[in-house]
């Protein structure tokens, strides 16, 4: 689990493992190409971050926090050399509804190999000599929140040497540390991460393991996506029929899930591009109309998965409400279309464990 590149499979059987580590700072900076978890976003592109009326949450309108991103570039495309996927999403309990996705956010952003802001012959794995702030700044002079480290366009009237994308970011930030670093009080600007944001993991990755009696199991689910996304639609002829088949297919699809990831608990990714994601339930299954199409025309795919175990390494549990998910499922434009240095918003498709199911 030395990676935190997600390459291409050789087959689209292939599922690539998403697991957290801890990493020093500078691993997680822009120029390292990391996927991440947590923290502040390490923005691919330096220009053209995503606004804030496009990060808010459907749902309460308040802005929506980095949750993780995911460094898949794809080779056979110049324009794919880096490409990032980000996932942002609302941390407030009271907008995740059962199967509701209106309270995540995912952009992609892809550059080629020749492009403004790295050299054409990167050094990952070389720690810098200087570590550059930018978590206020990008090399572009692009300013940041102070606290989440979105575009950030609003500066404190009374200093002006902090910036935050709304008036919510710059309220926490003030009782949090600013009050006290801009009446002088505080020695230094502080750049420790707020308790605001998630906590910071490095993502890495591992293909996964399977036995042959897994192997057969795993195309048994792949078979079954089409089936499951029908049982949806309702059979009209007899509603018990329905329900009692519905109990049934829903227990299956769970026993299937806990038992595919027996082997591995601790993942908290599934990547699997153009495959399936692994359903925790039989409910609320996409059909493909269910998906949009990218505006470019393509057709959107399956691209990764954010697994239940993430949630306990946030620290979002209060003794009256949390954030939750069964699983998040990403798609991604199929051709992966040009934007330029734009972040382009993708589709997430949120579904919620049925009935007194657990991992």
Same mark, same amino acid.
């Given at each position: 689990?030395?990676?935190?590149?997600?390459?291409?499979?050789?087959?689209?059987?292939?599922?690539?493992?998403? @697991? %957290?580590?801890?990493?020093?700072?500078?691993?997680?900076?822009?120029?390292?190409?990391?996927?991440?978890?947590?923290?502040?976003?390490?923005?691919?592109?330096?220009?053209?971050?995503?606004?804030?009326?496009? %990060?808010?949450?459907?749902?309460?309108?308040?802005?929506?926090?980095?949750?993780? =991103?995911?460094?898949?570039?794809?080779?056979?495309?110049?324009?794919?050399?880096?490409?990032? *996927?980000?996932?942002?999403?609302?941390?407030?309990?009271?907008?995740?509804?059962?199967?509701?996705?209106?309270? @995540?956010?995912?952009?992609?952003? =892809?550059?080629?190999?020749?492009?403004?802001?790295?050299?054409?012959?990167?050094?990952?794995?070389?720690?810098?000599?200087?570590?550059?702030?930018?978590? =206020?700044? &990008?090399?572009?002079? %692009?300013?940041?929140?102070? &606290?989440?480290?979105? %575009?950030? =366009?609003?500066?404190?009237?009374?200093?002006?040497?902090?910036?935050?994308?709304?008036?919510?970011?710059?309220?926490?930030?003030?009782?949090?540390?600013?009050?006290?670093?801009?009446?002088?009080?505080?020695?230094?600007?502080?750049?420790?991460?707020?308790? @605001? *944001?998630?906590?910071?993991?490095?993502?890495?990755?591992?293909?996964?393991?399977?036995?042959?009696?897994?192997?057969? &199991?795993?195309?048994?689910?792949?078979?079954?996506?089409?089936?499951?996304?029908?049982?949806?639609?309702?059979?009209?002829?007899?509603?018990?029929?329905?329900?009692?088949?519905?109990?049934?297919?829903?227990?299956?699809?769970?026993?299937?899930?806990?038992?595919?990831?027996?082997?591995?608990?601790?993942?908290?990714?599934?990547?699997?591009?153009?495959?399936?994601?692994?359903?925790?339930?039989?409910?609320?299954?996409?059909?493909?109309?269910?998906?949009?199409?990218?505006?470019?025309?393509?057709?959107?795919?399956?691209?990764?998965?954010?697994?239940?175990?993430?949630?306990?390494?946030?620290?979002?549990?209060?003794?009256?409400?949390?954030?939750?998910?069964?699983?998040?499922?990403?798609?991604?434009?199929?051709?992966?279309?040009?934007?330029?240095?734009?972040?382009?918003?993708? @589709?997430?498709?949120?579904?919620?464990?049925?009935?007194?199911?657990?991992?």
């Amino acid at each position: 689990m030395a990676a935190n590149t997600v390459k291409e499979s050789k087959t689209n059987r292939e599922v690539v493992l998403g @697991f %957290l580590e801890e990493a020093e700072s500078w691993q997680l900076l822009s120029n390292q190409f990391p996927s991440k978890v947590g923290g502040r976003p390490a923005w691919l592109s330096q220009v053209d971050l995503p606004v804030v009326s496009e %990060l808010q949450c459907e749902k309460c309108k308040l802005s929506t926090v980095f949750l993780l =991103q995911v460094y898949a570039p794809i080779t056979e495309y110049d324009r794919c050399f880096h490409r990032t *996927l980000f996932v942002f999403c609302c941390k407030t309990p009271a907008c995740y509804t059962r199967n509701d996705n209106k309270c @995540f956010k995912v952009f992609r952003c =892809q550059l080629p190999r020749k492009n403004d802001f790295y050299p054409f012959d990167p050094s990952p794995d070389e720690k810098p000599e200087q570590l550059v702030n930018n978590h =206020q700044v &990008l090399g572009s002079g %692009l300013k940041l929140c102070r &606290l989440c480290g979105c %575009l950030g =366009q609003k500066a404190c009237s009374r200093c002006h040497s902090v910036t935050y994308c709304c008036k919510e970011h710059q309220t926490i930030d003030w009782k949090h540390r600013h009050k006290k670093e801009c009446s002088n009080e505080a020695s230094e600007s502080s750049e420790e991460l707020s308790s @605001f *944001l998630f906590p910071e993991w490095e993502l890495v990755t591992d293909p996964e393991k399977l036995l042959a009696k897994d192997e057969e &199991l795993h195309e048994a689910h792949t078979l079954d996506q089409e089936s499951m996304a029908c049982l949806n639609n309702g059979l009209e002829d007899s509603e018990l029929e329905s329900m009692a088949l519905h109990e049934t297919q829903d227990s299956k699809v769970f026993q299937k899930f806990k038992k595919r990831i027996a082997n591995e608990p601790q993942q908290v990714l599934r990547y699997r591009k153009v495959g399936s994601p692994l359903w925790v339930s039989a409910e609320h299954v996409p059909r493909e109309e269910d998906v949009p199409e990218c505006p470019c025309g393509a057709k959107r795919l399956f691209e990764f998965q954010i697994m239940p175990q993430l949630l306990n390494h946030l620290k979002v549990d209060t003794t009256d409400a949390s954030i939750d998910w069964g699983t998040v499922a990403i798609y991604t434009c199929a051709d992966s279309c040009d934007q330029g240095t734009k972040y382009s918003a993708e @589709f997430i498709w949120k579904q919620d464990f049925s009935g007194d199911q657990a991992v």
